[in-house]
């Protein structure tokens, strides 16, 4: 067996990546990278079932001499192994057909293949058979052979230095005999390097759900697993066995780069070029978006972006998503566009986006570059209770044959890699427990290894502890499973499944591809993005209620602009509720950024993001903003990057933009550097990157300082830069709302109560801030309210009426049926609502929430009621009213009693805030409300106590957290360093009515009290029953 | 319902798995807060069992994980299991046995006692709870408990950890009507329903009559108040000692040596003796198991020349014993096993009668031992490894694995009867090569990896031998025929 020296090139031709879930024990671009440092002249990319890692060993291989085939293993119940390759386009789709099919039949992850499926519409693939016995090769081989006859059949040997290679050896040679088939050499090839070997045994171990010491049997035996070189192959196979190989790769010629995404042309009339059709919309919208007309330098934007849409082809793409947003607009669903191309001229034209380009001008930019010849990015978001609607429209417009979603790769991150090697190694689920909770994933700048070492000492004292360190390093990062996308269509213009295979998602009637967004990014595909935005929901709800009550109809996009007494409002930090600035972070952003323009809210919403903050961008900005510190520029190519945002970098494309004035990159290269900006803590790859860029800025006189003072932004935005293009259509959203409660706040919390759950903050918080806002709000009340929220004209204003959906465990369907029959003078009794089919429980319920007073009386009493009536009536008694047989009266519950209640069954009370009996009890003697603080001296000791609403986890590298208390008057900020922390820790980490002695500090209106003093008062809520946890605890 | 009479004590030791962790550790290490945590859904999990430092460091039951790690980090976690503590709620009642003859073991955490024929026994509460008292102070735990004219009424106000021990039924029914509706023992919805209604204590749900109650709430709470008031009784099922003894505890951290295990080993035979005194019963062999992580436990039996039952004998022999043993590797849990057992009149005067009894191998088996030492019989069993050292191994005698189905051999290569225990050093030229190789790269995981290249190979005489290649040359190591 032994073979000469001889020339014939390495060839593999079963290599499993790590997309072949638990088996394959390495990323395609180290099988690529090792290959061709080995000399390989090809790999053959065979993971089982799936194609999900070809795109990132075709990338890998871009640039290398390396030939690529693609193909699949599949295990067949009645053949064994069969390696099906594709030999050309048309037998790529083939195989892509096939795993369709077979991953159709079975639930996610899975897949199932019968002999029938190798027998037919496979002829433009070659197929490599490792056959089950000799029976198989008695009943199969010749059908196979006949399928399989245009570009071959061979028989896969692999040896492997395993104790049966001599048998088999002299089986394949008797196969050979009886059927006349060829050999070929096809390694099993599960990982690049035999240092891989530890990682596959644990994977294995991982797939088996068992402790390594149980599953010996199951693990290969050597290293031999792995990419060999020449040599080694000369030694494991006959020359004319590996020379088979070389007539293999031959017969393939098939490219993933052939792959041309044709768009759906069902959105051209006959007769029409796109080009034309996407003109004359486009024209029509400018028509109803500027009604005055077209002014000169608008029209020259729209003609540039027109051009450029034509030159590149991207016709389709804007008609794709014109269509669905027709659609939208057709069925009253509101939605925004956003990303790069979002913000152009053509796109608010074609109603794609409402952000007015006369209010941003700047933003064009970064709009489809040739450069970079990557496919335009739009995201579209839907109202969230209604995108359903829209993914069923393109899922019934395009066919399941041709629209699904793209997939998103589910990869091992720190939490499941230790849980699920540990397991592996024959940890306890105790033990693994014990190790995550010692590492501090916030901590960036140690390592968790380090950490892990520091905190247990004994740990890296054992092989097994090395390995667990080791092993969970390796294994971080590899993908696990494929879920599906939020909401990114791939739609094609004929059957989806021969571009990629489709495969079942977890959730039913789903479908996904099975490349994620990266590959189809690379493979110049197109997606669309279509997502769930709860704010949207509330805004079109809020619209709804001005037209109907005020009589006034707006939409996003004719909502007056630039309102100075909204940003008055938004400088008070008066957001809550408002999109995207009603966090804490950015209320405390809000009147130090002091907003006066839309373009402000474009920069307030990017900047209370990590990457600003750790790129230390914030102060500086702030600063200069203020006039404290002078605006300049280093060059005025700088300058032009960097003047809106007053010299200080904000924005991920001011990141990019300046990479390529400041430091000459070209766009290609400023696109890898995007990318790579995008994971690089991961990947290590930016480092790559600051030679050149710092070398690049001193070649063009820029400072040194300056030029690493750039590169430590760049990291620092790493995975969180913001793009502006984002920001802006947020800003619309943000601001579009904030008018509303400036000027319609009954309709806007009315709005975003019934477009619950969504944003930062509950149904209580939200109806304690209407209340600051004197808006009346009334109880729910089975005579009054709807299932939703309502306004209810009041004599001064709109009142607030509380919803039943507030009531917990109610049925809609249930509650609307009784409304319906709701009697023009209300419900006479219990019985009643029982006789017109609400059922016990639903009554119960009512009566807990004390949504039946005004029928039977307090809740104790109505209860008491209630549950005389759980058995069923007999029809016959049906509108006889029975007297209640028991006359017992109940006592009323007391106040606080009653609070309580209205927490635990609605999460809501419209009764005094609990702070509010407390003070009257006289027990929070010396402590300031929290209205009462900004009218402190600064500096003044106070006291002040809350409900801790909101808590920030213990930091340990910054040393200082924040605590939100809530009182009746309003929220307040406190300042906690870490040393109070830790003495105070008990209160500090457990109290939920909490006392804070401290030092009130204000600057203009933000106000902070630092912290001295920590006292637990969470027993005085014992009364209240409030013991369940209303705060945000670590966020 | 003047007759009601306060028959029934219920103990309730909500923290009886820690606690016994806790006599099993030294003073300072006691003195370290911790707690057992339980798994519930998907919460993540919560304390369950604390010791004293961890109260006085603020974690309450109830916490989840988290929160009080980061309230005491250095606090030490042990996952809560149920069926330890099931069997330590055994013990306890065997404990109890010697005292009271009607103990209802009530799970997890609970013991209920029928004592209303032992009152007449030790004439009243006074004395019967002194010596109850005595009794308990023999078990490392913390309890509460309560007396009741119903079991339930016991038990809900032990488990409310509210100790009344009183004979008067009136004391009983007083305690209890302060107790709030959540201590009641309700299912939820039911406590739900009645706090609904403003109910908030058992008193005031005591205070309705049974009618209204009845009409609102369904037969369930009509059955409740009768089982409360000791109108109705659900038959107890009573505990019974078994037969044989057995007890396994778990040793918290790993134990290097047979030395280091006397001190849970005394505390186990603690528990023998108190068994076994409680029968009159004595005897003649003892089990020992090891439990060590990932290797199969260590077995040891010990067999005394006459029978035993003071802990002070039985410990000097088990001592002397073990003196000749090592512990093969570090040991987790120990557990005894006493399953002779003979009363004490009937001295075994008889070697042939009590043979009998014995299946013949295991009585050959045991003669061998006792004169050959114990670790003299054993027994080869096939592991799956790859490594031909550790593809098989020998294992002690033991009596429970000689049914255990070998493993799969059918998918094992092929491999030679006889393995040398020490690879030989061989002149390669003596060999004539006849197939291979098989390459053998495995066991990274323990550090003695094996690298060799595997092949059949004949010598000189013709005889077919195993023979590999690695780093250090050429060795046989084993033979085909």
Known sequence: MAGLVDRTPPIALNCLTNYSFLRGAAHPHELIETAVQLGYQALAITDECSVAGIVRAHVAARETPLKLLF??????????????????RRGYAQLCQLITTARGRCPKGQYEVHVGDFMQHLDECLCLWRPLDNNAVQLHSKPLQQQFQKHGLWLAFSRHYQADDVERYRCYQQYQQQTGLPIVAACEVNYHTAAR???????????????????????????????????????CYPLAWRQAAVKVMNQCRFELS??????????????????????????????????????????????????????????????????????????????????????????????????????????????????RDEPPDIDVDFEHERREEIIQYIYQKYGRDRAALAATVICYRLRSAVRDVGKALGYSEQELRHYLSRIDRRDHDTPWQQQLQEQVPGLTETPRGRWLLELIEQIRGFPRHLSQHVGGFVIASRTLSELVPIENASMPERTVIQWDKDDIEALKLIKVDILALGMLTAIRKMLQLVHQHHGKSYQLATIPTEDPKVYKMLQKADSIGVFQIESRAQMNMLPRLKPRTFYDLVVQIAIVRPGPIQGDMVHPYLRRRAGIEPVTYPSPAVKQVLERTMGVPIFQEQVIKLAMVAAGFSGGEADHLRRAMANWKRSGKLKQFEDKLIDGMLQRGYELDFAQRIYHQICGFGEYGFPESHSASFANLAYASAWLKYYYPAAFYCALLNSLPMGFYSADQLIQDARRHDIAVLPADIQKSDWDHQLVPMQQQLGLRLGLRLVKGLREEEVRALLQQRPEAGFRSLEQLRELGLSASALQELAAADALQSVSGHRYQSQWQSLTLQVEQLPLFVGVDTTPTDLDTIAAPLECADIAADYRTMGVSVRRHPLALLREQGVLKGCKRASELALCRHQQVVQVVGFVTCRQRPGTSSGVTFLTLEDETGNMNIVIWLATARKFRQAYLTAQLLKVKGIVEIHGEVVHVIAGHLIDETERLSAFGLRSNRSRDFH | MSARVNGWLYVHAPYLLLDEQLAAQAEAERQQPQVLLQQFGSTGPRVVQ??????????????AMVTATTLVPNLICRDYHNNREQLLLQQLAQLLYQDVAQIALQPPQGLLFEVRSLLRL????????????????????????????????????????????????????????????????????????????????????????????????GKDITHYLAELRGDFSPPQRYYRPPAQFYQRIDLLSEVEGWPQLVFALKRLLQHLEVFLQGRQLSTRSLRLQAYHRDQPSTVVEIHFAHAVWQQRDMLQLCQLHLERQVLPFPALELSIRARELETRQAHANSLLSEQQELPAVAAL?????????????????????????????????????????????????????????????????????????ERLQSGWWDDEPCVRDYFIAVDSSQRQGWIYHDQQGWFLHGWFS
């Open chain 1, 71 to 88: 193909g699949s293993e599949f295990q067949v119940p009645e053949l064994g192994v069969c390696i099906v390759i594709a030999c050309n």
């Open chain 1, 197 to 235: 070997q530890p990682l596959h045994d644990v994977l294995t171990a991982i797939r088996l759900q068992q402790p390594l010491a149980k599953v010996r049997q199951e693990l290969l035996p050597n290293q031999e697993f792995r990419l060999r070189d020449q040599q080694e192959l000369a030694h």
């Open chain 1, 258 to 371: 052939e792959l041309r995404y044709e768009y759906p042309a069902e959105l051209v009339p006959v007769g029409r070029t796109a080009t034309d059709y996407l003109r004359e919309l486009t024209y029509t919208g400018a028509a109803k978006r500027f009604p005055k007309g077209l002014r000169d330098d608008v029209k020259i934007k729209l003609e540039k972006e027109l051009e450029l849409i034509a030159q590149l082809g991207y016709e389709y793409f804007f008609l794709t998503i014109h269509d669905i947003v027709q659609y939208a607009q057709q069925r009253g669903i509101l939605y925004q566009g956003r990303g790069s191309a979002a913000n152009s001229v053509v796109c608010y034209c074609l109603h794609i986006t409402a952000v007015n380009p006369d209010q941003i001008d700047v933003l064009f930019e970064r709009f489809v570059s040739i450069e």
């Open chain 2, 50 to 63: 604390l010791n004293t430092a961890a109260q006085v460091a603020g974690i309450q039951r109830g916490m």
């Open chain 2, 122 to 217: 030790y004439g009243g509460w006074q004395a019967l709870q002194k010596q109850l008292q005595q009794r308990l102070q023999e078990a490392p735990i913390r309890y509460y408990w309560a007396s009741g004219y119903s079991p339930l009424a016991a038990r809900l106000l032990a488990q409310a950890e509210v100790s009344v021990l009183s004979a008067d039924p009136q004391v009983t029914t007083a305690a209890l009507a302060q107790l709030p509706i959540q201590a009641s023992g309700l299912e939820n919805r039911a406590q739900q329903r009645l706090l609904d209604v403003g109910m908030t204590t058992l008193g005031s749900l005591l205070q309705r009559t049974n009618s209204a109650l009845g009409a609102r709430f």
């Open chain 2, 365 to 437: 088996v045991s003669r061998i031992q006792a004169r050959l030492g114990e670790q003299a019989i054993q027994v080869p069993e096939v592991q799956a490894d790859w490594r031909p050292e550790y593809a098989h191994r020998v294992e002690p005698w033991n009596n429970d694995a000689h049914d255990k189905p070998m493993p799969e051999l059918e998918r094992s290569p092929r491999r030679p009867l006889w393995l040398l225990p020490q690879a030989q050093p061989i002149d390669r030229r003596q060999w004539q090569l006849h197939w291979g190789p």
